[in-house]
Nanobody, 126 residues
Framework: QVQLVESGGGLVQAGGSLRLSCAAS????????MGWFRQAPGKEREFVAG???????IYADSVKGRFTISRDNAKKTVALQMNSLKPEDTAVYSC????????????????????WGQGTQVTVSS
């Protein structure tokens, strides 16, 4: 079983950047596909970005070209670099993990993940 802790959230002006990090403990990090999700007030949790065991990445259309997900298996971390932030990016961001049997698999649904962090707040002011 893996435990996940996010960090790096905060308040930023529109057009600015933030880098979120998710640290994992327990389990063998390299066998997990990792994802970032976000939930804004009154809205459902939505997929933001995911990265496979082999490093393949996938993004929601709303963040493509602005956000970049990466992983460091040696440090057991996954990061989300967020550039050109918009007020609509305001949400609680959570990382998630699932043990992936295939190296290229990246779930994009919340149902595809077994382990979740507590989340970190990102607020983008206009």
């Amino acid at each position: 079983q893996v435990q996940l802790v996010e960090s790096g959230g905060g308040l930023v002006q529109a057009g600015g950047s933030l880098r979120l990090s998710c640290a994992a403990s327990g389990g063998t990090f390299s066998v997990y596909a990792m994802g970032w999700f976000r939930q804004a007030p009154g809205k459902e949790r939505e997929f933001v970005a995911g990265i496979s065991r082999s490093g393949g990445d996938i993004y929601a259309d709303s963040v493509k070209g602005r956000f970049t997900i990466s992983r460091d298996n040696a440090k057991k971390t996954v990061a989300l670099q967020m550039n050109s932030l918009k007020p609509e990016d305001t949400a609680v961001y959570s990382c998630a993990a699932t043990m992936a049997s295939r190296t290229f698999v990246v779930p994009t649904s919340t149902r595809g993940y077994d382990f979740w962090g507590q989340g970190t707040q990102v607020t983008v002011s206009s």
